[in-house]
Structures are given as C-alpha cells and as structure tokens.
C-alpha cells in the first residue's frame, strides 16, 4: 500500500515537473515580457521561445527590446539557438556546442546629451556591488564554445543632431571554436558589408594559454562619401568620395596589446575632396601604401613604399595667402595656448620615434594654377608630374629626389632636389627647363611690365645651394626669338623691350646669368622677391648702359662707340673716327632694327672763347711780318690788353671784348657745319642705306655745359622713341 502511494507521488510529482517544464518557457515568456518595464525601464517582447531539455537545446524566436518610449525598437533579432551539454557542468565544464544569432538589428542614436542606450548602463552599474578581491578565487570551470555565429546582422549608429545615419549591414560573425583554460587555439571569424557598397571581414587566431595572436583584418572597397556628414560635424572641410582598401595583419599578445605589431597595405581609390565652393581641391585616382612595419610602443614606423598614382591640386594664388593654406585654417583652426602646452607635454613624453620610407613614387600629376593677383586671372597646369626618391629615414643624413613635369602642355621642367631631413634649411636644388613657350606668361607681362609676349621661348637652368638659411643660386636663362607687343600700362615702367632688344645676339638669342643672395632666416626676404629685383636690375642696367652689350657684339672697344669726341677749333676728320663711324656702321647691319642717333654737345661759350682768341690772335700777326701770336705769347698779351684798354680782364675775357661778335658766331657756326658733314658724307658713302642721323642738341641742355664738342652716341629701337638714358639732350 505504501509503494502505490510513494509510486503514485513520484509519478504525479514527476507529471507535474513535466508539465511545469512545458510550460516554463511560457511562464518565463509571461513573466518577463509583464515585468520587463519595472525590471530595466524598457518593454521586451517575442513571440516563441522553446527548450529541448534532453538535447539542452534553447531557441528564441521574433525578440525585441523597445525604447523607452515602447514603440521603437532598439534591438530585434530573429532567432537565437544556444545548444549546450548541461551534464558536462557537473565535471566542471561549460560547454555550449553551438551559439546562433540571426537578423540582429540594432539602432544606436546619438545625441547632444549621451546615447540612446546610457539608461541600461546606468542600471548595469547601479547593479554592481563591490567585492572583495580576497575572495574571488579562479575560475573553477573550464569553457568549451563551438560554432558561435552571427548572421545578417544590420547595425545603425544616428547621429541625431545632423539627423544622419552609418548602416553596416549583413554583419557576419563565426569563431569555430575557444576553448579557455586550455592549450588549444582558438580562432574568430567576421564580416559585415557596409550600405554604399564594400565589406568588412577580420580571422583572428589566439592561443589562450600564452595569449599570442594573430588578426588579418580586410577593409574593402568602403566608399567614403556615406560618412561625409559625420565628418563635417567635427571638421569643417568640403564634400570628399573615394573608395578605401585596408588589409592589415596583427600579431602580439592578449595580455599586452599595447605592444602588437602591424603590417599591411591600405590603399585609396578615386578619391576627390572640394572646396566649401564645391570646386575640386584635391584628387587621387589610386594611393597605395605598403607597411612594414608599425610598432607604436616602439615608436618605429617603417613603410615599404607609398604610390601615388594620378595626383590633382588645384591652387589659387591672392594677394596675401592661397586657398590651400586658407582650406587648411578653416578646418584646423590654430589651437589654444591650453592646447599648445599640452602638445609640448605629450611630445616629451613621447620615446625616440623611427621612421623609415624606402620608396616614393609619385606619378602622372597635375597641379592647376590660377592667379587672381593679376587684373585678369592667369592660369597655368603642371601635367604628367613624375617624382621619385631615395629611402628616407629619421637616421639619414641627406636625401635626393628626381621630379620631372609638362609646363602647359609644352615646356619641360627636370629637378633634383637634395635635403638634409634634420635641417630643413640645408638643400640643394637643380633644375632645368626646356621648350617653356614665353606667351605662357602674358598676363603676367601685361600687368607687370605692360608689354604683350608675342612669342619666344625658353631655356632655364639653375644651381641653388641653402646652407642654414644663406641662399647662393646662379641661375643661366636664354631666351629665343623673344618678341613683345606695344607697351600699355603695367604695375612697372621697365624698359623690357629696348633692354631684350639689346641683349639679342646676330642670332636672335639672349643669353642672361641671373645670381642670387640672400638670408631666408631674415622674415623680410623672400627668394621671389630676390629673383624679381635681380631681373630687373640687370633690365634697367642694360638699357641705361647699351654701350657695353653693343660692344661684345662686334667686338669692339665700348668708348669707340659711345662718342665721337673734338677738340675746340677742331674739324679734322681723322682716321680714328673713320674706324668709329665704320663700328656703327657694322652695328646698324648687325642689328637693323636699331636707331643709332650722333647727338652734337659742346660748350658753345667755350668754343666760341677760342675762336675770340684765334681772331684777335691772327689781327697781332697781321700788323708785322714777324709776329706769331702762338709763339710770342708775352707780346700778344700786352697787344691784347691794349686794345682791349683794361688789364684787369683774362686773356680770353679781352679777346672776346676785340674781336667782333658776328664774326665769331660766323666761325662757330662754321665749324658745328664742319664737323657734322663730315660725318654726314662720310655715313652716306659707306653706307648707302645707312639710316644713321646727326642732332643737334639744344643749347640748354645740360650737357653742354663745359663740354669740348662731341657726337655722343644714342641707341634706340626704329619702332619706338629714342631712349635717353642719362638726361634730356
């Protein structure tokens, strides 16, 4: 009788269980989804939940965490499967065979005051009593997980002050296997793909027991343009696009991750950046980079090489600054003193940094130029930019680079350039242009000079040498078949053209050595500005002293044709001013576009002081027959100061009293005749075609004064008006 009742006990007992454990998933269901609001301040729901108890087998169907509000879902998933072995616990084993997540959505939303997730931490951490760490003893148990894997997730992250969202979707997650407390490795697998195409997948292989690891991680064809709002929140730049590759490999230690090692390739295709005008700034069709290898606790970074493929920069010149440094003022204001000290700080704390690039290479660039500090902008392109150079190291003493560019489509620029990485005023440059068309720049002629280039090319070579700041450059520019237009206008009142025209050879070449000197430490210098007054003081030099170019181009001694001089009294045409009239003559073949003018100056008060004399002397001799004033100069004189009846007068002074004025303006005059057809008649018969031409100057000009007579000679350009270099005649 006993038994029955024990039996019927047990078996009623144990229906009981059997049915409380039907029922326990809908009582837990109930239960959870009625308290859930009290319990964590959100309402949970989903729709089954079912446990096979001798498989230990439990899966969750259709569950959803809402808001606070209980109408948004903050996170949802489809279904979840735990597959464990429940008897394994009692040998001190956590076992769970299988852990599978699919159609997890989450939504996070940010905002001025924290995210919409900050109220389940607050009650996470509200939850957590302190214990003592005495007490904690290790993990008893050991854990075995198997297949965890999550599939077709989609996570959201809003950003609800810009009311813009980044969506990764179709988040895959597996790890085959971890074992902890064990010498097994264990190894992690992830992928996701992002919403504008592209995808993220990372392995990852740890051994538990010593903590090494090894991670490959795959960013691939991430199209940045998705994340331009976000961006622009903290950094105020213009629109970018472009697509992103990053494969790095991982390898260090769990319990010191601070020490891992990377290395790898991250690589950016078609990139673009605009200015806030919505112009392109920037562009590179393809950057890849190739790590070596990066130890920040090290401090040691070292790049295999970096490619640049296909460069673009558009640059505009102001007044005062350029868009990129304004670009780059705007997005990165300069920081607060706080900010400055507090970046001293952190560098001195920093360990001695290494750096290495073994290649550079830079290729197909282009540079757009416009300057906008001229009246009309003035553009320019710099194409198929090539650069190359030696491997750079924080250890290196010196590095040398080789660059090579198209000048508007035509000309051709070679560089080198040499550089001493820890003094950056120490560097040599050398350069070469060839074939660079001179009309290229006349907007800058125009507006600086006045002067239209026609046409011409040129030829530039330079040595530059920085030494601490002290620039020693010598420069060597021929020019080509320069011709320019009319002036009109221009900042400056240079006489380009007639200098250019003087500096031709018989060939229509110029050939210029520009040096240049200079302290860049000094903030008042700059090498434009040294290059620029070096230019124009050799153009100025030139015009106002043509005699000495004119010279070497037919060999010739310059005072042979600077003037062709007399003395007073004087008319002879003499052999030596034959050959100076024969050298101008071979200038005028030798250069048929220049004017050659002989300018007569002479004191003519002087002169006219001697004629005086000659009269009066020639009326003593004429009143004996043995009398020679040139010789008998104690008897002229008292001749003279007797007719002249005043002894208090020079010599000359009486002699001009004497003689009679008319006659000596008559010889004067005479003789200005003289002189001037002599050279005249000599100029039409051996030169038939000459264009050479005797002036007379004006007898106030300043040049006169207290000068012997003398043709000076004028050059000039046949087009333009004679240039008197020194004052007015």
């Avoid at 440094?325 to 507090?342: G, K």
């Amino acid at each position: 009788m006993t038994k029955r009742i024990m039996l019927r006990i047990l078996i009623g007992f144990a229906g009981l269980l059997i049915i409380l454990l039907i029922f326990l998933p809908l009582i837990i269901r109930k239960v959870t989804i009625s308290n859930s609001k009290e319990w964590i301040g959100r309402s949970i729901t989903w729709e089954k939940f079912k446990v096979n108890y001798f498989t230990g087998t439990a899966k969750l169907i259709d569950f959803k965490l809402f808001e606070t509000n209980d109408t948004t879902v903050f996170i949802s998933f489809d279904t979840l499967i735990i597959d464990t072995e429940p008897y394994r616990y009692f040998n001190s084993e956590i076992v769970i065979e299988q852990f599978f997540l699919k159609g997890l959505t989450t939504h996070v939303e940010m905002n001025d005051s924290g995210f919409n997730f900050d109220d389940l931490l607050a009650l996470s951490q509200s939850d957590t009593t302190e214990v003592d760490k005495d007490t904690i003893s290790a993990p008893p148990y050991k854990m075995e997980f198997s297949n965890l894997e999550l599939k077709g997730a989609y996570f959201t992250v809003k950003d609800a002050t810009i009311d813009k969202q980044m969506e990764l979707s179709n988040f895959d997650f597996f790890v085959p296997y971890i074992a902890l407390n064990q010498a097994d490795k264990s190894e992690a697998g992830i992928r996701f793909d992002f919403k504008n195409g592209g995808y993220f997948q990372s392995d990852i292989d740890v051994n538990p027991t010593q903590g090494d690891f090894e991670a490959n991680v795959i960013l691939r064809e991430m199209d940045m343009a998705g994340y331009a709002d976000f961006v622009h929140k903290y950094i105020d730049i213009g629109d970018f696009r472009g697509l992103t590759d990053i494969e790095l490999n991982l390898h260090g230690n769990i319990h010191q991750p601070e020490k891992s090692i990377a290395s790898g390739s991250v690589t950016l295709h078609d990139f673009e950046l605009e200015d806030h005008k919505q112009k392109q700034l920037l562009g590179i069709k393809d950057l890849k980079v190739k790590l070596k290898e990066v130890d920040v606790d090290q401090s040691r970074f070292v790049i295999d090489s970096v490619l640049l493929s296909g460069p673009y920069v558009y640059f505009e010149l102001y007044d005062s600054t350029n868009n990129i440094v304004e670009y780059i003022e705007r997005a990165m204001p300069p920081p607060s003193d706080h900010d400055s000290l507090s970046a001293v700080g952190a560098e001195n704390e920093t360990a001695d940094l290494y750096y290495a690039l073994n290649a550079l290479i830079v290729d197909d660039g282009t540079v757009e130029i416009v300057d906008k500090r001229t009246g009309e902008p003035f553009k320019y392109n710099l194409s198929a930019l090539h650069l190359e150079t030696d491997s750079i190291s924080s250890t290196s003493s010196w590095v040398e680079s080789q660059s090579s560019m198209l000048l508007n489509q035509r000309g051709e620029l070679v560089a080198q350039v040499g550089i001493n990485p820890s003094n950056p005023m120490d560097v040599n440059i050398d350069y070469t242009i060839t074939d660079f068309m001179l009309s290229d720049l006349n907007i800058y002629s125009r507006h600086y000079m006045g002067f239209p280039i026609l046409y011409g090319d040129m030829y530039y070579k330079a040595h530059t040498e920085i030494a601490d700041g002290l620039i020693t450059s010598e420069n060597k520019l021929i020019i080509h078949n320069v011709e320019l237009g009319n002036k009109g206008g221009g900042l400056y009142d240079l006489p380009l053209k007639f200098a250019l025209f003087l500096l031709k050879d018989k060939d229509g070449v110029i050939t210029l050595d520009i040096p240049v000197r200079g302290d860049l430490k000094d903030p008042e210098v700059s090498v434009g500005k040294m290059v620029w007054n070096t230019f124009k003081n050799l153009i100025v030099k030139a015009a106002a002293a043509p005699v000495k170019l004119l010279s070497g181009l037919i060999g010739a001694d310059p005072k042979d044709i600077e003037a062709i001089e007399y003395d007073f009294m004087d008319t002879t045409f003499t052999e030596n001013r034959q050959k100076q009239l024969d050298l101008l003559l071979q200038l005028e073949q030798q250069k048929p576009a220049l004017e050659i003018e002989l300018v007569y100056f002479k004191d003519r008060i002087l002169e006219k002081r001697e004629i005086a004399m000659e009269v009066v002397g020639n009326m003593y001799d004429a009143k004996g027959n043995r009398r020679d004033h040139k010789t008998q100069k104690e008897e002229f004189e008292q001749f003279v100061f007797k007719e002249a009846a005043s002894d208090t007068l020079s010599i000359e002074d009486a002699c001009i009293q004497i003689a009679d004025p008319a006659a000596v303006d008559s010889i004067a005059v005479q003789l200005d005749r003289m002189r001037a057809d002599q050279l005249t008649n000599y100029l039409k018969i051996a030169g038939d075609s000459s264009e050479i031409f005797v002036v007379f100057s004006k007898p106030e000009a300043p040049k006169n004064l207290g000068s012997k007579p003398r043709f000076e000679v004028k050059y000039g350009m046949k087009e333009e008006k004679l240039l008197d270099n020194d004052q007015e005649q």
